[in-house]
């Protein structure tokens, strides 16, 4: 395994939009493994492929205490979501900045997992904001571009200023 280089917001990067995985082998479980700890070293509870610059359609995702839950979705899809979640949002992309985005509470969710067997989870609370906050990053988009032009803005300054005091 190896641990990958995350791609910092505002990095063009980011913006691609991630395509659907077609074959299902080893270098797809390499990529997991790797994503997975990426994500658990960074520290962090989700990772997209998009993020290591990596431009498929796959998700690692652990929100347990334990951090021995990984959940894998690749090719995701919501068929449902419900409700409205209150859960302030961080990103590996995006560090230190921290804000609300409003998501649903509940989601169901058609994906495979990395042998490329289908499968469908339910989630809710932070499983659930954090599926569709990965599952935002294949479209494209990073959390903060749910916020007002003002608040983009400030973030994008907090982050220039903490890239210059650390070089």
Known sequence: MARLNI???PDARLHK????VTVFDE???????????????????????????VAKQVI????SERRDSLV????????????????????LS????????????????RAYDRNGNAFTLEAQGLLAVCIQ????HLKGKVFVEHL???????IRAKLAKQLRKSA
């Not at 690692?60 to 929100?63: L, Q, S, Y």
């Not at 995006?94 to 969710?109: H, T």
Request: proline share 5%; with cysteine; charged share 25%.
């Open 27 to 53: 270098g797809l479980k390499r990529l997991v493994a790797d994503m997975a700890e990426t994500m658990y070293t960074a520290p962090g509870i989700g990772l997209a492929a998009i993020q290591v610059d």
């Open 133 to 136: 906050h990965e599952m935002d």
């Open 94 to 109: 995006v560090p230190g900045i921290y804000e609300l985005v409003e998501r649903a509470e509940r989601v169901k969710v």
């Open 60 to 63: 690692v995702v652990d929100v």
């Open 148 to 154: 007002s032009q003002l608040k983009q803005q400030r």
């Open 72 to 91: 894998v979705l690749v090719n995701p899809e919501i068929l449902e979501a419900t409700g409205n979640s209150d859960i302030e949002e961080g990103c």
């Open 17 to 20: 939009v991630a395509a659907p």
């Open 7 to 9: 791609l910092r917001y």
